[in-house]
């Protein structure tokens, strides 16, 4: 399929786990939906491998055969991330030790990847799927695994794995001991061999270490599996992964969860090496909490990985029952994904499961298999997109401001959490949140990457580990004219979480012109006339210019946010969390020293999100998540692509609740 | 025994725990407090038999000699539930594992039911034990075990035994594999020794299967035991057994908790075939928080297992702390029990234990052993069930409504549970509550039970399993003209918690005139003005009848309850929980479609319950659930058989707080 | 160093856990800071001994040397609390089994104490440390261990000496049987090598007893290091170890806990003798939410155990976020700590830790090491007190009221707490807090402890375990003139937490002149206006007065307060929980029977210590637990030793937030 042309639009399909033979009807029904491709076979390892060594595709071929004569593509999944039984019985190793204990079977993502029993059936189905299916006209790509991780794999093997790997790193125990404090409470060994069981540690540096060891054991199962599918695959075909966030619990304990940042467990700059497509799912709130946010973080955190289109593999149909989508809700999530810059939207999943962990986890049809609300709207979208995909498809951006995370940090503040369970990815969510309410659009790269050279703005929340290059980079940046704007807790350790024993900002005093050395919690504390929470530290400004004092009895001399010019460019740095409208009001001022302001008043729930087509057109996106019908003068001269309805600046441009249109630039 | 000249009044007697001897004068309180059976020994096996095959009965045969000499009868328990730890010594294994791990020795139930040398040894003391004391003349009955349940077991062994009992229900491994939907998550296998430990399962309809084979394990246990006594015992002994109901915690936090539902570890309604006299026992917040619901839910549900009266095994005296009752209480729960229909009740226990788990959980008598109010009270009730007991004993009901409930659903709702945290027996009791606080009595049926013709009504509050028969039956109940009232969730998934892969509600959309395939939590949504909550389903009405619509933005167009005319009969659906009020009108309004009505217009905390005495008079109970005095006019010609007070219709008939008249009609 | 002369001041240090060397800066602020004494080592056991028997101590020679220069005492701790990862892998049964199952390497206090492997090393480590360092002329003593408790070893080891000890015990398996009830549930058995693991028990008592053997071999250990110590310590040397409390966590959920009363896990009564300096402990809030309450518990609690001076091992410097002190909460926490009579107060630590468990536990420096102003004020209360030092060291009280405590009612009181989880420390503080806010000084005994003639009055709280003496001694002790004061569940059980089979309070009963047997958890009760609480025994008075009844419609019969003369004495009972306020009423009634009032009418926030020094004159410290300044009309002629300003009787003193005040009363 041309992917500059079409946008890639369908589902999941599991016929291994329908109840009785429906595949015709299911095809039909999904061409009546305007699909073009379905994803196939990556959870079903048992079936397509009965017994060890026996292989069996029928499955895989019938759907396959099924989808060419309806002329959808198929997107074929490596089935690793769900072992069968069998292979769990071969070797009880195969499934993880991990801190709480032994792994049972049944769950998915139970098992050692870093087994080697595991590794070498992993390695046979991978190859003999791909060998069958890649010479099959419609089969355009493979995932594989599927929202990879380590799954928290700890035991006595991986002990032996980790030791050597220290070995090999720190050449000497010495270097462990003093750059880890392994002597506190008497943790300090005198071999590597005698470095003790890293689920038991309480020193949060050792522990780090290991996690890291086990993510870089996740990137390089992915980099494995990509290679052994690239010996076979055609050049046609892509290679991507499923990549997910973390999973943020519902805080009213409803069932199940949403993608609420960047992932702990694997680190995606890393993985993404594997990938010749970013691929990811999304999933959030929706009917009255629907706000957007986490389709356009996960679009502006997958985007900058390749600078390139991603494919939203996964997205939600009903889903959990509070999700089931109001009229309109799914049409705005599909343009909100294309809005972020996807190459195409899959949902997950076809039909609903019968018996299984994920019976309520619905997919666009319910139980019967009959049509409903939102197997219908779907079917609009999807008639829809094969009408705008040539001027959608290949949509490109260009942000100049980028927020700097990076895994180590996400993983350091689990240790050492900010007040009130705070977490990275809370602190992440309001910075980023800050500029989503304000439309202003921005890239999430990681601090690992090292062209900072597109962007005019960085923002660090919470950046507690600086890698080494860090600093220099921020400096450098400065210099020639940058504007950097941190947070609390930024700079604080090294990558090993080690704090640095110098003045804090880390390297950085003289280019925030302030430096601080205790903190506190917030407690009936003010900045600007809001409340200061969670944490604060007691900024004493040198040179900075003082923009927001605490306002406390005894912290009152205290700064809370200061700016600081540094050669060319401007630093600032707020010491502690305010509510998000002030912040609003902090990084506009602070954008102000970049030259960037908003290109209109327009704020959410009215979300503008804009690129240029493969034309060299600007396309805008204006999204209306509310349930109030929204009207505005349009700031453009313009065309809805979806309505074919031209505006004039000043015309009155109006949005239903859930609305989303689709503007074109007109060309004088 | 005469049971139909007497009610059985007591209470547990546990002469083994005594901290010095004072047998007698506990004989001597307990005769002067009208008791006329203990029971015994059902947790005594260490003192019986203090080392392997070493019987020592010599203290149980105190006990009876001394209640022989006081004219009291005994019930004599097999020691089964708690084991000795020699047994846990002899063989490792008679401690069970359970998902949680390998229990440790201390607790009762903690065994494993179906070890091999836990049952050679439970056989032995049975068998000694009954033929030691069957044919004392005061051992009027044998109590098997206590509380019964499978406790968990789930260890190695087990896996093997539900192995083979799937290999003998199901035959082929392929039909477990469809049956169960295992290919999900590549969990199907190929041979019936490969089917994994259950207790790994995220597979629903799996693990609900293993419960229920740990379930039917119970109740072979109990048919076992019932053997063995059988075969020793007098003609005129009774078996029985101490069916417990769901233990719901004190949602407060405080010590214990309550009665709160049908028992999902056993069934009771198979596992009453063990019995020839139903036993049970019913505990319940009592003080301000007293409502007899639990008394009345428990006895709607005991009597029609045998369509018999039954046993209060065990009741409670002064209990923890929270529930020492105030004044008049005691009597109000007696006579409550006895207007339900039960032969007798007991206390659970005479005396408090000075050191164990139950110290707090206090006896008729505190650590002193002295009179106190608790004692006092319940002397004057056994004085007063003497002179009661010709008219009471045999009390006999015929009600026409029935709630039909199963073990497999609420065991499936607890994978699947209703928003909230809302489960099964939470939705049982909502309506089950409505109808006892409209003084609308009903008999609570399993939906095995065959025989439906002694209703008119049958109401399914999420009967969300139903059996294949169920249906049908549901279908012919209506053609007969039968009124049926269904709650959300009912008939969604069959035996094994496999849901429908057909329209909602599964094979009645006829009968209700309607179906839905969506369902969402209802948030900020109203019916007929009051709040819907916890599910909510999208009821498209066809033929049937709208009685109420959900007042929402988006989900407006849908209806919440449904009334349809199928054959001769009433189908109602209600697609939602709206409070307890507003379900009493509604369930009002469709017993008008069966010609039922309630007697009068007394309402909770006035609860009313009526039988029919041996000698064919009506029977009414007036019980006073407040503590507020109450006055109401007679609605009947009747005599107070508690203070012998004639009153006419229209007399004021008076009830000081918590209680209780009992009213026997007047024959004209 | 003289320290009838000299107060000790100072930090611990741990030179072993610096980044980088900066032994040499570190002396010259501690000089600076008015150090007299460092304390080290105690946690460093793989730095000393990095592999066995291989020892290395220097380091700790290094900073021996360097304090030696700077003119600085040192306290060497043994490094017993933290074991190297080799020992645990040359015997893995040196990490305790505990009822949680088996220890993992990482932690402190994770070894089994009982361990032999374990005990041989400490032996040596001990040995060689203590020769090592002896004969330093500035190693003024040893702490040995650290915060030491049984850690909850349960392993099959600690059974088998369980197993033994209580066959020394108690001679007879009967016995056992009796005592502790076992025949409830079937747990008793026919020889000791049959007692059952206690881990498993639901037998309070049983499961007690076994804490009481924990506890005991806790008590021995540090009696053998302290055996060890003083083969080779000079005479002038101490032997100290660091009592902690209870450790109650936030309940904000903060991180950290802080000192909440006293120490179930070992009994500081018997392992005082381990010693020849009471060394503690003391955290807690600060900031708004600093009361002083922790200080002077911790003090009143230490200083009858010897009736002589202790020393503050350990005092919160910044510590975690919350806690960052305030301006001014150092100087009066320092302050504090000398009212309660203090020789001295040393905070934990110097530097704040860069990677490990307590990095967020901060020293007195920041991660930076620059001074701070917790250096600062830390540096101006060390030369205070190098002024104050003649007249505050060697202070001394003579109170005349006493609390009564015993370790085995705290214990118990976990098994059958008191409702919404009200703790003995709770209880036990509520009792203190009222003295305290009343500024009536006390001393905190154990009930053990046989000398009651100096005390007046005695209370007790929550003393649920009556040792045998105890009653007896009451009666004595109320015979002969004395004031007792009881609460709610004293004197219930013996010491084995079995029930006493009499009359409550047990053997008490003419003393108090009333008897109860039935209690009842408080729900809308009022007692003299205020709300009851938590726990309400329904007291039936016989001969004593009724100073305060029940206020409810059931329960008003009952007294909750009674007074009764008996002997020459008074016997007061409180059968429920009320207001601290009403509390404090209550118990300035009960102090006039004693013929005690507080010296003057201040109260809390206000509040008033004082004490005889070495010269025979009283001081007083007047202490403003507040951020309000406070003036007060002088009672007293006196000096103020910090300002050098005298007051005449009437003089306005005035104290700012946080201040204090040390009043040395004027000679005529």
């Known amino acids: 399929m041309d992917r500059k042309q079409q946008l890639i639009f369908g589902s999941a399909y599991y016929e291994e786990y329908l109840p009785y033979d429906r595949l015709e009807q299911d095809m039909q029904m999904m061409v009546d939906a305007g699909f073009n491709t379905i994803r196939i076979a990556e959870s079903t390892w048992s079936t397509e491998e009965p017994r060890p060594g026996e292989y069996d595709f029928s499955r895989v071929d019938r759907v396959i055969d099924a989808a060419q004569r309806y002329g959808l593509n198929v997107i074929v999944g490596t089935p690793t991330y769900a072992i069968p039984h069998w292979l769990a019985k071969l070797d009880p190793d195969a499934l993880a030790v991990t801190a709480a204990g032994r792994n049972k079977y049944g769950p998915r993502q139970n098992m050692d990847i870093s087994n080697p029993t595991y590794r070498y059936y992993a390695e046979g189905i991978i190859k003999a799927l791909v060998k069958h299916t890649c010479e099959r006209p419609n089969v355009i790509g493979f995932q594989i695994d599927n929202e990879t991780k380590h799954y928290g794999t700890a035991g006595p093997k991986m002990l032996i794995l980790f030791q050597r790997w220290m070995k090999e790193r720190f050449g000497t125990i010495e270097k462990v001991n003093d750059l880890f404090g392994l002597r506190y409470w008497s943790n300090s060994v005198t071999?590597?061999?005698?470095?003790?069981?890293?689920?038991g540690a309480v020193n949060a540096s050792y522990a780090l270490e290991f996690a890291k060891f086990q993510r870089i054991l996740a990137e390089d199962f992915l980099l494995w599996q990509s290679d052994i599918v690239k010996k076979y695959k055609r050049d046609d075909q892509f290679i991507t992964q499923n990549f997910d966030y973390e999973w943020i619990l519902f805080p009213d304990g409803s069932q199940g969860g949403y993608s609420g940042g960047i992932q702990p467990?694997?680190?995606?700059?890393?993985?993404?090496?594997?990938?010749?497509?970013?691929?990811?799912?999304?999933?959030?709130?929706?009917?009255?909490?629907?706000?957007g946010r986490e389709i356009a973080f996960g679009g502006d955190l997958m985007r900058p990985l390749r600078y390139d289109n991603y494919l939203v593999l996964e997205s939600q149909a009903q889903a959990?029952?509070?999700?089931?989508?109001?009229p309109g809700q799914l049409t705005l999530m599909a343009m909100s994904h294309l809005a972020s810059g996807a190459c195409g939207v899959m949902y997950w999943h076809w039909h609903s499961i019968h018996n299984g962990p994920e019976s309520y986890w619905k997919g666009i049809l319910s139980h019967d298999f009959a049509p409903n609300p939102t197997y219908d709207e779907i079917r609009r979208i999807g008639q829809e997109l094969k009408q705008l995909a040539p001027k959608l498809a290949g949509l490109k951006k260009d942000n100049r401001i980028a927020i700097v995370v990076n895994t180590e940090s996400i993983n350091a503040l689990k240790w050492f959490p900010t007040d009130g369970g705070l977490s990275y990815n809370d602190v992440l969510h309001w910075v980023y949140d800050a500029l989503y309410n304000l439309n202003i659009e921005c890239d999430i790269i990681f601090s690992q990457q090292q062209d900072w050279s597109r962007y005019d703005v960085l923002i660090f929340p919470q950046l507690y580990c600086a890698h080494s290059t860090v600093v220099p980079r921020i400096r450098a940046f400065l210099e020639r004219g940058g504007t950097v704007f941190a947070t609390f807790r930024s700079f604080f350790a090294d990558k090993h979480a080690r704090i640095f024993p110098d003045c804090q900002p880390h390297g950085l005093t003289d280019c925030f012109g302030m430096t601080y050395n205790q903190f506190t919690k917030p407690v009936d504390v003010t900045v600007d006339g809001v409340p200061a929470e969670h944490w604060m530290e007691l900024l004493k400004p040198d040179i900075a210019e003082v923009k927001a004092k605490y306002n406390h009895r005894y912290w009152g001399e205290y700064a809370a946010l200061t700016r600081n010019t540094f050669g060319k460019g401007h630093a600032w740095y707020l010491g502690t969390m305010v509510p998000t409208e002030k912040l609003q009001e902090y990084l506009l001022e602070m954008l102000e020293d970049a030259g960037i302001q908003p290109e209109t008043s327009l704020r959410w729930p009215l979300i503008l999100r804009s690129g240029v087509s493969r034309e060299g057109r600007k396309i805008r996106f204006l999204l209306n998540y509310s349930q109030e019908d929204q009207t505005v003068a349009s700031p453009w001269d313009c065309i809805d692509l979806r309505t074919g309805r031209h505006y004039r600046v000043g015309d009155a441009l109006s949005l239903g609740d859930w609305g989303a249109a689709i503007l074109e630039e007109d060309t004088p």
Chains 1, 2, 3 share one sequence.
């Open 191 to 199: 071999c590597f061999e005698d470095l003790p069981d890293p689920t």
């Open 265 to 291: 467990d694997i680190c995606h700059y890393k993985s993404a090496r594997a990938m010749t497509l970013i691929g990811t799912d999304i999933y959030f709130f929706d009917q009255d909490r629907l706000t």
């Open 320 to 326: 959990f029952k509070e999700w089931l989508p109001y």
